[in-house]
């Protein structure tokens, strides 16, 4: 409904509504911004005259970039708000929920104002060491306290069943898994690129591996994901011991592959190489290339940390835990390989690659697509070895 959404104005009056937030922050000397510049829904960052805020984050019932004409359900706040409910029990590195009002599909959330946005630290050349490696363990924790090693197969089935988000998820089966392959009026590349794009698209192995791809994100509910890891999706504040990180933005969660996580974070650390290495910056480069085996290994080495914690360790050996992390590998690469495709030529772009001139965006992109189908053909023998070595050697190449 229109007339439900937010505005600036209208925000203190919505807090004075609601006891739970009006505790927090006083409506009375409330200063307002919305700030949302992701690709769905309004933000508000809400500050009292007392040191108190909080943000409000409302779903608008469309896409929020392209507009009234691509009509979206509210109901993924819904989703959001269950899904950092979920997560937020298991990892500390999760933007804390405060309080979600299902009539208006607005999320209170604690401020993280004085963090910044992942991707933009890496645009600005800032740090990342640990980040990949925090969010490494993030994953393990919310796929292995969320799967059915944890919660039992009864208790499993009903929390899938309950998480399903057939529109999101359908947003990410067109955008991620179908249009970068098969070609969509969305789809664009600057004009250097484009024979390269038209090369990748007559691959019928490229094409073939997405959907294979697309299959395993369609039938695969191994726990309940994040859904939409990219470095845009993380907040980040301070450095080494100080290193606070939130993951936010949980909207198109559902019960899916874990390594799609994985690999949405892989190919977005890739995008921050790619783009650090078009700018002469190669060391900076591999060190960013390098975050990809370092949190599959704090990634892993955390999932037999919780490994003891099974339900039933009477019906899994440990060889079953060994069996599922060399799926999720391989799913991490391959979902890598499709996040690589579809963030430098569909619709939802990344400003890693599009803030470049043309000269480095050319090196830049076509790295991207070329390690995106290495990615995804190559999955299932693909070790970081292959994968890193061409891209390690300090040469002047993008990647
Ligand atoms: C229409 S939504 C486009 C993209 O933005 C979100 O962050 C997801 O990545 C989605 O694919
Ligand atoms: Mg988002």
């Known amino acids: 409904m229109a007339d439900a959404v937010l505005t600036v104005d209208e925000v203190p009056r919505y807090i004075a509504g609601r006891a739970v937030l009006r505790e927090l922050v006083d409506p009375g000397t409330l200063t307002v911004s919305e700030i949302g510049d992701g690709n769905l829904n309004l933000v508000f960052v809400c500050a009292d005259g007392a ?141 250097a690129v484009e024979p390269v794009l038209a090369g990748l698209q007559a691959d019928s192995d490229w094409v073939e591996a997405a959907m294979a791809m697309k299959h395993r994100f369609l039938t695969a509910g191994e726990s309940l994901i994040h859904g939409d890891l990219h470095t845009g999706s993380v907040f980040v504040r301070g450095s080494g011991t100080q290193l606070s990180v939130k993951t936010f933005d949980a909207e198109f969660a559902c019960y899916g592959p874990v390594g799609f996580d994985l690999g949405m974070m892989w190919a977005n650390m890739f995008f921050a190489g790619a783009r650090a290495a078009a700018l002469g910056r190669q060391a900076r480069a591999e060190g960013l290339y390098r975050t990809v085996e370092s949190s599959w290994d704090t990634f892993a080495a955390r999932m037999w940390q919780l490994w003891p914690r099974r339900r039933s360790p009477e019906k899994y050996p440990d060889s079953f835990l060994s069996g599922w992390l060399r799926v999720i590998l391989q799913d991490g690469f391959g979902f890598a390989g499709c996040e690589a495709a579809r963030r430098t030529i569909g619709l939802a772009k990344v400003s890693d690659l599009e803030s470049l001139d043309d000269d480095a965006y050319t090196a830049a992109a076509t790295a991207m697509l070329q390690l995106g189908r290495a990615l995804l053909v190559d999955r299932m023998t693909m070790t970081f070895d292959r994968l890193l070595h061409p891209h390690l050697s300090g040469a002047s190449a993008a990647l």
Not at 87 to 101: G, K, P, Q, T
Not at 133 to 154: H, I, K, M, N
């Open 51 to 191: 040191g108190g805020s909080l943000v409000l984050k409302q779903a608008l019932p469309y896409v929020r970039l392209v507009g009234p004409d691509w009509p979206m359900t509210e109901e993924r706040a819904t989703r959001e708000a269950a899904a950092l409910r979920a997560h937020s029990a298991l990892s500390d590195n999760v933007c804390r929920l405060i309080d979600f009002d299902p009539e208006r599909y607005v999320l209170a959330l604690e401020d993280l104002s004085d963090h910044e946005v992942f991707r933009t630290r890496l645009n600005a050349e800032g740090p990342h060491e640990g980040v990949a490696e925090r969010l490494g363990e993030y994953v393990a924790d919310v796929a292995f306290g969320t799967s059915f090693l944890a919660l039992g197969e009864e208790e499993f089935r009903l929390r899938a069943a309950a998480a399903a988000n057939p529109e999101l998820c359908a947003i990410t089966e067109d955008l991620i898994f179908t249009e970068p392959y098969l070609g969509a009026q969305r789809n664009s590349v600057r004009p």
